[in-house]
Nanobody, 120 residues
Framework: QVQLVESGGGLVQPGGSLRLSCAAS????????MRWYRQAPGKQRDLVAA???????NYADSVKGRFTISRDNAKNTVYLQMNSLKPEDTAVYYC??????????????WGQGIQVDVSS
């Protein structure tokens, strides 16, 4: 069984910073892409940033230059450094990982979601 646990969310003022973490645990053999999504109230869940197993990254246009995704393969963890936060960044943030289990099954797994509020 695989579990993803997110941390680091909260309330921050516009222009501030937060760092989200998402750690995977359980019967993991390998992890491919790691991604962060977000969902604002009444809106669909959108991709924010992604990082491949080789370290290549891509970002939504709305966060380019402000957010940085990174990963620590030894810890099965993905991070999202968020700088220059804006009120429109307010959302529930979800991590997602494509991984191979030790039982040789491949699947996409989701974290439980963590709230980020940007407000003065």
């Amino acid at each position: 069984q695989v579990q993803l646990v997110e941390s680091g969310g909260g309330l921050v003022q516009p222009g501030g910073s937060l760092r989200l973490s998402c750690a995977a645990s359980g019967s993991i053999f390998s992890i491919n892409a790691m991604r962060w999504y977000r969902q604002a109230p009444g809106k669909q869940r959108d991709l924010v940033a992604a990082i491949t197993s080789s370290g290549s990254t891509n970002y939504a246009d709305s966060v380019k230059g402000r957010f940085t995704i990174s990963r620590d393969n030894a810890k099965n963890t993905v991070y999202l450094q968020m700088n220059s936060l804006k009120p429109e960044d307010t959302a529930v943030y979800y991590c997602n990982m494509g991984l191979m289990s030790t039982q040789s099954t491949y699947g996409a797994y989701w974290g439980q979601g963590i709230q980020v509020d940007v407000s003065s």
